[in-house]
């Protein structure tokens, strides 16, 4: 007889990884480049995603999840899609790619 296994979704499996907290190998960021309080793109915000990315590749490796409060709330990138890059999940992904290329290579 055949067992069936379960595999869990993505987003199934990120909720499992955000209820396990924080740890030396998985780090949130509530966003890429928005101060939410401010409403503004702001540059140290991408410096700490860059050097958590910078620790991650330097150690044993790791997981970012952007998009997650430091107290495991989720908002979400839609705020910052839409007050930094028109609603455009491209365009934020773009400006990703070129931060990371300009910071890490």
Do not use: C, W
């Not at 949130?28 to 700490?48: H, P, R």
């Not at 999840?65 to 495991?72: E, N, R, T």
């Amino acid at each position: 007889m055949l067992r069936q296994v379960h595999r869990l979704s993505a987003a199934d499996e990120v909720l499992a990884l955000v209820r396990t907290g924080e740890s030396r190998t998985l780090e949130f960021k509530q966003t890429l480049s928005l101060d939410v309080k401010k409403g503004t793109k702001e540059a140290y915000i991408e410096k700490m995603v860059l050097k958590t990315i910078a620790a991650f590749l330097n150690s044993q490796g790791g997981t970012l999840l952007v998009g997650v409060a430091d107290d495991g709330s989720i908002p979400g990138l839609r705020a910052e899609m839409d007050t930094l890059f028109k609603g455009s999940r491209d365009d934020l992904l773009k400006h990703f790619k070129n931060i990371f290329r300009r910071s890490i290579g």
